[in-house]
């Protein structure tokens, strides 16, 4: 009777011991997501603004992995941002929704340095100087820039360059189409928290 009683505390001390560590794994498992914050501006009055979460692209992971290996290869996270006009085949007013198997962008046909990478404070929202696990990707583009029809942008890192459709795509957001004039400023922020 007491071999068996043992028998039976220890597997029940055995499943408590296997749940709190699920429930555990559970509890600190977290997955990458973003958000968009678009403004576009005409002569200095606000004409446009959307914001709306992103998709974070398989690719992502990558590029972490390739990060945490050997900060060496590749040099640098995220780096660009890039802009399309997505597929002809596409409702311009209603574009398909992103997808996390996307590598690139549908149609990019412009690209731009990110002007600034802040930490964000996950309970104020504001800038920090803290290391956090929210960052902001910043990006302006003056009046001549990515003229033309707006329907998808993304973030890129790693080997990315100037060059359109280079590097490692890391988010991608379409959205119904932005006519950029080329007296509109449009300024552009992703977060992304990991």
């Not at 560590?21 to 997501?33: I, P, Y």
């Not at 009055?45 to 992103?54: D, G, I, Q, R």
């Not at 707006?150 to 590097?167: I, P």
């Amino acid at each position: 009777y007491r071999m068996s009683f043992f028998k039976e505390s220890v597997k029940k001390m055995g499943n408590l011991f296997h749940m709190g560590s699920v429930m555990k794994e559970r509890e600190t498992f977290r997955c990458m997501k973003g958000q968009l914050f678009l403004k576009a501006y005409e002569n200095g009055v606000l004409v446009h603004e959307y914001t709306s979460p992103n998709i974070i692209v398989n690719t992502a992971s990558i590029l972490i992995a390739r990060l945490l290996k050997d900060s060496s290869e590749p040099t640098a996270g995220i780096s660009y941002l890039g802009i399309g006009s997505g597929s002809g085949e596409w409702d311009p007013f209603d574009p398909p929704a992103p997808t996390t198997s996307q590598t690139r962008l549908e149609n990019e046909f412009y690209r731009k340095a990110i002007d600034l990478a802040t930490f964000v404070h996950p309970e104020t929202g504001e800038p920090t100087t803290v290391f956090t696990n929210i960052v902001d990707y910043s990006v302006s583009f003056g009046e001549g820039e990515a003229v033309g029809p707006l329907l998808e942008m993304g973030l890129f890192g790693g080997d990315a360059t100037s060059e359109l459709g280079s590097g490692t795509m890391v988010n991608w957001r379409t959205f119904p189409v932005i006519n950029k004039t080329s007296t509109m400023t449009l300024t552009i922020i992703f977060r992304i928290t990991a």
